[in-house]
């Protein structure tokens, strides 16, 4: 078997995949729209990768004018026992309709996947542009596809093992009340945010408040029985998304599981300081903290940062809930080192 790629924005990946389907496969159906089969799509070269997601991309180069994207590319680790669709059979089968041009092939079971380098593709709008006749049927009109030149360029990675937990420390100053499972067990972002999240534990999907990737939001699933978040849209429009394209949640999840990403990580604590900081001052500060019913879209919001809203915001409990957090995590706790340059109040900076 070739060897195949799968590329992605995201760098904590590695590890078991689980066969999904496409977002947006179920939705504006048409007579070129790809079937609702859980799947993973790979290539046999990054460019025909590229060729494949760039309807969902181009926005950054057509409009956005992004000099280069980059990308970490994954390869399956084959053991022979997979089942796998062709690109000929996605063709004759009329499954994928680009299928011929971009030398998909997709697996249908569980696969290990692994980082294997990560690259840049330049910026190549104002190149001819690439067509072709879905399902090379040529009595269906030529469709466009992507630019006719792609340029891809590897460059330098650090990579990140999700491999190393136990080597890790935990950041005193992070002290969420809860750990990413007991989060979802009490009820969070309406049962949606982990269906698209790999490297995961299996088990998390099967929590009753967790629901699956047909279902609808539903905010009575919520400890709350409130929304409280904005739409990952407007986190993207303030520059609130860096490594982990779902938000803060999802950075959470990876940095319990052992990932550390150095500066972004003391970025991402910052703003859970600020957020929690904030809010929970201004419920304090307005109601009874056992009572429930007072200012529910706060508490609820706090809660999907990690937070206790029946606790009162200090560096005490702050403290307190980093001792026991990292010891769930299986990491020490990091030695604290202070300054009296190193001591400032919370930085509200954008979360």
């Known amino acids: 078997m070739k060897t195949l790629y799968h590329i992605s924005f995201n760098s904590n990946l590695e590890g078991i995949w689980e066969p999904m389907i496409p977002a947006g496969s179920t939705i504006n159906k048409t007579e070129l729209s790809e079937p609702d089969i859980p799947r993973i799509s790979l290539s046999p070269t990054i460019e025909e990768c590229f060729k494949a997601i760039y309807p969902n991309v181009s926005k950054y180069f057509k409009i956005e004018n992004y000099p280069y994207m980059e990308f970490y590319v994954y390869s399956p680790v084959l053991t022979g026992k997979e089942r796998i669709w062709t690109p000929s059979y996605l063709t004759s089968n009329k499954l994928v309709h680009d299928a011929h041009e971009t030398n998909e092939y997709c697996i249908l079971v569980p696969t290990y996947m692994k980082l294997v380098k990560k690259v840049k593709i330049l910026n190549t709008k104002h190149s001819p542009d690439q067509f072709y006749h879905p399902f090379n049927d040529k009595s269906i009109p030529l469709k466009y596809l992507c630019p006719k030149i792609i340029i891809v360029k590897e460059i330098k990675m650090d990579k990140i093992s ?189 979360w």
């Not at 206790?308 to 005490?316: L, N, Q, T, V």
């Open 162 to 350: 999700m491999e190393s937990s136990k080597e890790k420390s935990w950041d005193p100053t992070f002290g969420p009340s809860f750990t990413p499972e007991e989060m979802l067990r009490k009820g969070v972002f309406e049962g949606k945010y982990i269906n698209n999240i790999k490297g995961i534990p299996a088990s998390w999907k099967s929590i009753d408040k967790v629901l699956g990737p047909k279902d609808e939001p539903d905010e009575t699933i919520n400890y709350h029985k409130v929304k409280s978040r904005q739409p990952l849209s407007a986190w993207k429009e303030n520059g609130w998304i860096k490594t982990d394209k779902n938000g803060w949640f999802e950075w959470y999840i990876h940095y319990f599981n052992g990932r550390r990403l150095g500066e972004e990580d003391k970025w991402q604590i910052g703003r859970w300081r600020s957020f929690v900081a904030r809010h929970q001052g201004q419920v304090s500060a307005k109601c009874t903290l056992s009572d429930d019913k007072c200012n529910t879209r706060q508490r609820q919001g706090l809660l999907q940062w990690g937070w206790d809203s029946h606790e009162k915001w200090s560096d005490e409990q702050v403290s307190k809930n980093a001792k026991a957090i990292a010891k769930k995590a299986g990491v020490p706790l990091e030695e604290l080192k202070v300054s009296k340059e190193s001591i400032t109040l919370p930085i509200y900076a954008n």
